[in-house]
């Protein structure tokens, strides 16, 4: 039978894991209704319907946001204040009351053809985050059209065994509604790995695989399958040699998550005596549990562009304060490193422009927005100055890109200083500042930055896409995304050189720092520090452990003046092979 046949989709990994299981596909999409003409007479009736459907679908996305609230935490379930505020968009609503007088057509139809609009301008824009929340905007018009038609959302196409869900897309309220014992993983064509869908799916714990092509249309309904959550790959009808390879390799995962945890507290030093302090990157409030969890010496990156953002409005003072306290208290006796608003390019805008940007990655971002906005940027370092009476906070800029921003960061820093000294509020003397280096110019500058802060981090993530100019969330050109490009590695070097010439530590935060290839070098080079999510940080830990810091020292010399990537990285592999062949399953 064809369908028996081993079928292998290959896509994107955002949430790790392996999951076998029976396939559940959902072709569910923003399909128009049903229309039909409404007499002048009924228009009042017919607006009445849509309000009633308005209502039903706010009692519904507050529900759920309470549900995700007691699972994730704070911070997740406000991705659907979000959705809430669209059905409280009067402008756009009255088009829908407007459209159904001047078409006198039915209220769902008047209301799919609004949205539809609206959903095509917002895809249209070139900002890539604004873009995807066009996926938020779909979820809630579904979710109203399905309370026209009295049916709730919930029970469509749900199955009553556990299984693997196939979609074109998933919304963050189908992620939300998903029960991890349920639905063991999900597969969708569309969507990012920014998108609060693969956020959510990654705090729920569910493994996922995003951007298989054609899934929809070829993968049937009770298909056997295995989704690969590390690979980002779906097996449907899983040959048998297959299936035992999996069942191997997630045996071999769950005992090496056990033995792994046997080390939780060793040190993290190479097997000639080198240390590397290997610490967190962490999002949200809720995942502080798992950094003391991790083993990890304190968190090297806190991205505050949820906490500040998601609200719709900068938490002031006092709320950041309160949270920036609880961070630094979750990881005593270690050290913090918070790091300011981080917003534009890829992520969130720090505010609604009066025109999208043409080159976002190029524009109102990281630093530059804070040094703009002092307003936002004093209220955020005086509250992180305030934590600092608590706990050892460590303050980070992002995106800087040469001498002056960051004389001038350090200057508002000292203001904020005096106004707390001011008023009499407490905070330490021993706040270590610290700037990322991500972008070429600053690797370049590294030698005068690292003069004037007690560290540097560097952001692979950025530092990749800005040398070899390719945007890093553009599947097109992602096979010239190169961690291991020569320049790259002679920007690094730079920077870490730079850092010991002037006796700071470096460290990397980009994702890098937990690729198990590349290890070998990074050490090689002289990292000081390595900060990664804590599902990876057991096995970074495991990884450094059985390295030798003269052969990695030996290795990254050589290396350094390799002129190809390819070649950077068989060097790497070979030594990586050697040291930990069973991590790099
Ligand atoms: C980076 O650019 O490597 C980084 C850690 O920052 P972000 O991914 O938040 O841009
Ligand atoms: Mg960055």
Redesign the pocket.
Known sequence: MPEAREMIYEGEAVSQGIAFGLVHVVARGFAAPEVYPVPEGQVPAERERFRRALDKTKEQLSALRNQIESISGEAEGRIFESHLMVLQDQALLNRVYDAIASRQQNAEFCFYAVMQTFLEAMRRVSDPYLRERATDVEDVAQRVLHNFAGSTFEEADEPDHRHILVAYDLTPSDTASLEPGHTLGFATERGSTVSHTAILARSLGIPAVIGLKNAVLNIRTLSPCIIDGYEGKLIVNPSPATRSHYERLSDEKSRFRTALDSIRESDTKTTDGREITLSANIEFEHELAQVPQSGAKGIGLFRTEFFMLEGGEFPDEARQAGLYRRVVEAVAPHQAIIRTL?VG?DKLPGEPLPEPEPNPFLGWR?IRYSLDRRDVFKDQLRALLRASAYGKVGIMF??VSGLREIIEALDVLDQCREDLADKGIPFSDNVEVGA?I?VPSAAIMAAEISSRVDFMSI?T???IQYTVAVDRVNPRVSQLYKPAHPAVMRLIKNTIDSGKANGIWTGIC?EMASDLILLPVLIGLGIDELSVSTPRLPLVKSAIRALNYEECRKLAEEAVGLPESRLIMQSCRRLAMKAYPELLL
């Open positions: 981080d390019g990281g992002p995106l990322m991500e952001g993530n950025d530092l980009g």
